[in-house]
């Protein structure tokens, strides 16, 4: 997205492979988070106009936009601290390994976004859950999770968590071995697995024994592994091994 000294958005283009930079700041260049705030009238306005354009792909990005920066005027907000001027907390998140990234960003051990913070509290929806239940204090059979965030209504019974975040309803038992891993909600892991570098999807459900993120060419046959060699595992790839 190209600006004027005014903030004025004068041109805008779909993931191009050289954009335009900043004015005087040559190695940066602008990109849109993709919210936007819009008249009405006007929306309805470029969308009618794009639908009777037989030449037109309908895609708000490739064609919405550019038409409503030829016809009206259109601003850019710079998403920084009012006070600082500092650049806000912004993550794209449209690949497998920036979704991982952002997600091993939260346990690190002072992370750029900090969810902690109440002066900026984050107000969304959450189930009721009862509390992250740990079980089990054998050698061995020892449930705990270290620099991990771990959610409501997870249990962990005498398996290991390290580095990773499990989302709520994580059922891990023992003797399995969690590392540098996103755990989605439902996941249910079996005994004696071994998981790292993984994000498990929604309702995975892991046999005992099983190891993923350990063999890479293994993984290769069952699973998707990303260009940064993280293995990303759905129940329908769990489904086809039998």
Not at 55 to 70: E, M, V, W, Y
Not at 133 to 146: H, P, S, T
Not at 184 to 200: A, D, E, F, H, Y
Request: with cysteine.
């Amino acid at each position: 997205m190209t600006t004027d000294e005014s903030n004025r958005v004068v041109k805008f283009d779909e993931k191009p492979r050289a954009p335009a930079p900043i004015v005087g700041h040559e190695k940066f260049a602008r990109a849109s988070m993709g919210i936007y705030v819009i008249a009405m009238h006007h929306l309805e306005k470029v969308l009618t106009d794009d639908a009777d354009d037989p030449n037109s792909n309908h895609d708000f990005g490739k064609n919405i936009i550019p038409l409503a920066i030829d016809r009206m005027r259109v601003f850019a907000y710079p998403f920084q601290d009012v006070e600082t001027r500092a650049q806000s907390y912004w993550r794209d998140v449209g690949n497998v390994d920036a979704l991982y990234e952002a997600n091993m960003e939260l346990v690190a051990l002072n992370p750029e976004l900090n969810i902690y913070d109440h002066q900026w509290p984050i107000w969304t929806y959450q189930a009721q859950q009862p509390p992250a239940k740990f079980v089990l204090d054998e050698e061995g059979r020892r449930g705990m999770a270290v620099n991990s965030m771990v959610t409501g209504g997870c249990i962990i019974s005498g398996a290991y968590v390290t580095q990773s975040l499990l989302s709520t309803d994580v059922r891990i038992e023992d003797s399995s071995f969690i590392d540098a891993s996103v755990l989605l909600p439902g996941v249910t892991i079996g005994r004696r697995c071994s998981i790292k570098r993984c994000i498990l999807d929604e309702n995975c459900v892991i046999p005992d024994g099983m190891q993923i993120g350990i063999d890479p060419a293994l993984d290769h046959q069952r699973f998707f592994i990303t260009k940064r060699g993280v293995v990303l595992v759905t129940p329908d790839m769990l489904r086809a091994l039998g």
